[in-house]
């Protein structure tokens, strides 16, 4: 089966990291998969943790803390891997982030999003799109298009 984002959608997969609530399209979303047994590859760079088995298929899996330069923590009862299919140098991957829980599918319009505020070069704002407020919380929606980099692409390509 190929993959293939679908677009125009405004539903969101909220998930957690820290502190922090992300949220990526929902339309990007392949699977969310219970913790299972990641086997490291070695000298793979950070962030990625090493690849599953998924359906028969080798699956790279990165930590979403590391990605996104927040504190390590080891998993725990509602940490889970978010099976995504990632735009990556003109092709559609399929990638797992690890992240340390899944809270909602939440339909953000646009009306609840803002730009990203602009505070300087040393601030990475490249893969955030917006920024929503939903419930007197922010969330920040990631930017499909830019969040894996061509390293991250070479990884994705050769499976680790």
Same mark, same amino acid.
């Given at each position: 089966? !190929?993959? @293939?984002?679908?677009?125009?959608?405004? #539903?969101? &997969? /909220?998930? @957690? &990291?820290g502190s922090? %609530?992300?949220?990526? $399209?929902?339309?990007? /979303? @392949?699977k969310?998969?219970?913790?299972?047994h990641?086997?490291?590859?070695?000298?793979?760079?950070?962030?990625? &943790?090493? /690849?599953? $088995?998924l359906?028969?298929?080798?699956?790279?899996?990165?930590d979403?803390?590391? %990605?996104?330069?927040?504190?390590k %923590?080891?998993v725990?009862t $509602?940490?889970?891997?978010?099976v &995504?299919?990632?735009?990556?140098?003109?092709a559609?991957?399929?990638?797992?982030?690890v /992240?340390?829980q899944?809270l909602q599918?939440?339909?953000?319009?646009?009306? $609840?999003?803002?730009?990203?505020?602009?505070?300087?070069?040393?601030?990475?704002?490249?893969?955030?799109?917006?920024i929503a407020?939903?419930?007197? !919380?922010f969330?920040?929606?990631?930017n499909? =298009?830019k969040?894996?980099? =061509?390293?991250?692409? #070479?990884?994705?390509? #050769?499976?680790?």
């Open positions: 089966m !190929e993959n @293939q984002v679908i677009s125009g959608l405004s #539903s969101f &997969l /909220v998930f @957690q &990291l922090e %609530k992300f949220a990526v $399209n929902i339309g990007y /979303v @392949q969310i998969l219970e913790m299972i990641i086997t490291r590859v070695p000298y793979a760079p950070e962030p990625y &943790l090493g /690849v599953i $088995n359906f028969g298929e080798i699956l790279p899996v990165m979403g803390r590391t %990605k996104f330069d927040l504190k %923590k080891e725990d $509602n940490s889970c891997i978010i &995504l299919m990632a735009p990556v140098s003109g559609i991957h399929t990638i797992g982030i /992240v340390d899944v599918v939440a339909d953000i319009s646009g009306e $609840n999003m803002c730009a990203p505020p602009d505070i300087g070069k040393e601030f990475r704002f490249d893969y955030i799109t917006s407020k939903v419930k007197e !919380e969330i920040l929606i990631l499909m =298009e969040l894996f980099d =061509e390293k991250d692409a #070479s990884l994705i390509n #050769s499976n680790i």
